[in-house]
């Protein structure tokens, strides 16, 4: 009776190592980044590399104090939180009549809505590139805020209105018997229930907008660069400063994974588009 | 005041939509017809600011020119070769985690971290690994004593590099969705496989493949669009180049537009663009539909 338990030990054993192992190889070019960004100028660019070395912050430093990283930064969180308010409240307001309404297009709306995250970002550059110039708001803020909204509400509104039909309409009703009206039913009850979706929501629209590289390339030349677009300009110069590239990269990264990881559990089923039951 | 209440009705609906319509309005609606529009007309904005309707002859400058060809050749070779590696690899890493294995919800946000990064980053990353002298990847491919091949100055090299780094950064959308639909699968059902002896192969043919079909399908559609229209990892991995060889629509449309600023031509490629999108689109909310 010892020996077969002794196979499954070191079956998993063998399983749990190899699994590891893939992981390992798997996440290999980010470790790479972080590695790089910690190393100095010449160790970075041994060969063969070096794997043990004396790690320093420099090119962190050398990166933060390049012109314009800073106001990138800034510009990316403003961008982000500008985003990630004006979509979760227009779509926390369109999730909720759509699930607690019916009205013409209201069965159909949310598939419509789902449909609009297959448009290429591209079709709609040269519209929104002169409607901007058009009301002087190229390089601001509000150009690139408003454009990222056509890829994230939609993608709100269906992620809400996924949210809110695992909501009990009970609730709504005594609030309304009570006196409330729709909107303070929504405000005062639906919402702070929502609470967990709606921060792993907002999380998850804050990424998009941080990540989002498209619009902020064409909308933006100096004022209201994003860091993806000030990154991007690290390799076209002449000589690539690797150390550099490698630090800004895990400035740009760190902060997306983290939020998304955080808001991973709160969306899978919407991410999954309700695809499963 | 009947009439009033029953009209405040049918409004309240409206008014809770307003803002999210509004917005969608401004960044969809308007410009995508806006789009078609501008592909009607001859207007370079380097030459000539004279606007000049010519009817359909944009597309047929397109459709005429070599370039287009090219690109689109590119494009479906990008589209179907990174789905069907994203569909392979990502099957296999979703099997395994559907395994009984301690932390499996570890492992899964580990394998699905690629897809969180951003897309400009995985792009910079990828070229510090592709590069031809300092890159690891070269190193190691030195290691075993092959010749190091240039990955994104060489031709023939170039293509398949960009699918590596795609791939790698998007399976874990298809571990997400096969895994969410692994796990919907009933127990039973094995158990009852097992009971008759059917082989671990069999019963992911039997079982486990058709009953993850439609999730298969939708995966497959939502892939396809996302590789058709890849753009950022293209930019900051070749910029399009070397003589072309990645230039994929996206990147064709975005260079003639914004780089050449001829405005109608790159309006009809966004169109033909978005009505490939919205062709596979239909049906990946087809099969949604279905499955809900």
């Excluded at chain 1, 009205?103 to 789902?114: A, R």
């Excluded at chain 1, 000589?239 to 955080?262: D, I, K, T």
């Excluded at chain 2, 047929?60 to 179907?80: D, G, N, Q, R």
């Excluded at chain 2, 497959?220 to 950022?232: E, G």
Aim: charged share 10%.
């Amino acid at each position: 009776m010892r020996a077969p338990g002794k196979r499954k030990k070191q079956f998993k054993v063998l399983f749990y190592s190899s699994m590891i192992i893939l992981v390992i190889i798997f996440l290999f070019p980010i470790l790479w980044t972080g590695l790089t960004s910690i190393k100095t100028r010449v160790d970075a660019l041994s060969m063969p590399p070096v794997w043990i070395f004396g790690p320093t912050l420099k090119s962190y430093l050398q990166v933060f104090a390049r012109g314009g990283f800073n106001t990138a930064y800034i510009n990316s969180i403003i961008v982000g939180i500008g985003t990630t308010v004006l979509t979760v409240i227009a779509g926390s307001l369109a999730g909720y009549a759509l699930t607690r309404f019916r009205f013409f297009g209201s069965h159909q709306m949310p598939f419509l809505i789902l449909l609009t995250r297959m448009f290429p970002p591209l079709s709609l550059a040269f519209p929104l590139f002169f409607m901007f110039k058009e009301f002087g708001l190229l390089d601001t803020h509000i150009a690139v805020i408003i454009s990222n909204c056509s890829l994230s509400l939609p993608f709100v509104v269906w992620l809400m209105w996924g949210y809110f039909q695992t909501l009990p309409t009970e609730l709504d009703e005594s609030a309304l018997i009570d006196g409330c009206n729709r909107f303070q039913v929504l405000y005062k009850v639906v919402l702070p229930m929502s609470l967990p979706g709606l921060v792993a929501v907002s999380l998850f629209t804050f990424v998009g907008s941080w990540n989002a590289f498209f619009f902020p390339l064409i909308l933006t030349r100096i004022h209201a660069k994003t860091l993806p677009v000030q990154i991007a300009g690290f390799v076209t110069s002449q000589e690539v400063l690797w150390g550099q590239v490698n630090a800004a990269a895990m400035v740009c990264l760190v902060p997306a994974v983290v939020f998304n990881l955080l808001a991973q559990k709160g969306i899978v089923k919407g991410l999954t588009m309700g695809s499963i039951k | 005041m009947k009439g009033f209440r029953k009209f405040k009705k049918t409004l309240l609906p409206w008014l809770f939509m307003t803002p999210a319509f509004l917005i969608l309005l401004v960044v969809l609606a308007i410009p995508i017809v806006w789009t078609c529009g501008l592909s009607f007309y001859d207007w370079s904005l380097l030459y000539t600011t004279e606007k000049t309707f010519v009817g359909f002859k944009k597309y047929a400058e397109i459709l005429t020119s070599p370039i287009f060809w090219k690109s689109l050749k590119i494009t479906m070779i990008l589209t179907v070769a990174c789905t069907f590696f994203e569909f392979i690899i990502g099957l296999a890493l979703a099997l395994l985690l559907n395994r009984e294995i301690r932390a499996r919800n570890i492992f899964r946000g580990l394998f699905l971290i690629p897809m969180m990064i951003t897309p400009i980053v995985v792009g910079l990353q990828w070229r510090w690994l592709y590069d031809t002298e300092y890159g690891l990847i070269n190193y190691f491919v030195g290691m075993i004593g092959f010749s190091r091949p240039n990955w994104l100055i060489n031709k023939s090299w170039v293509l398949p590099s960009i699918i590596i780094a795609e791939t790698w950064e998007n399976c874990g959308y298809v571990i997400l969705f096969l895994l969410a639909g692994l796990q919907s699968i009933p127990q039973s059902l094995y158990e009852a496989a097992q009971l008759d002896g059917a082989s671990r192969l069999k019963r992911l043919l039997n079982i486990t493949l058709p009953l993850l079909k439609p999730v298969i399908l939708i995966v497959l559609i939502m892939r396809s669009v996302v590789s058709f229209r890849i753009f950022a990892l293209i930019y900051t991995l070749t910029g399009g180049g070397p003589a072309n060889a990645t230039k994929n629509l996206a990147m064709l449309t975005y260079e003639t537009g914004f780089s050449y600023w001829r405005i109608g031509q790159a309006a009809a490629l966004a169109v033909f663009m978005m009505g490939v999108c919205m062709f596979m689109g239909i049906f990946y909310i087809k099969f949604i539909k279905i499955e809900r």
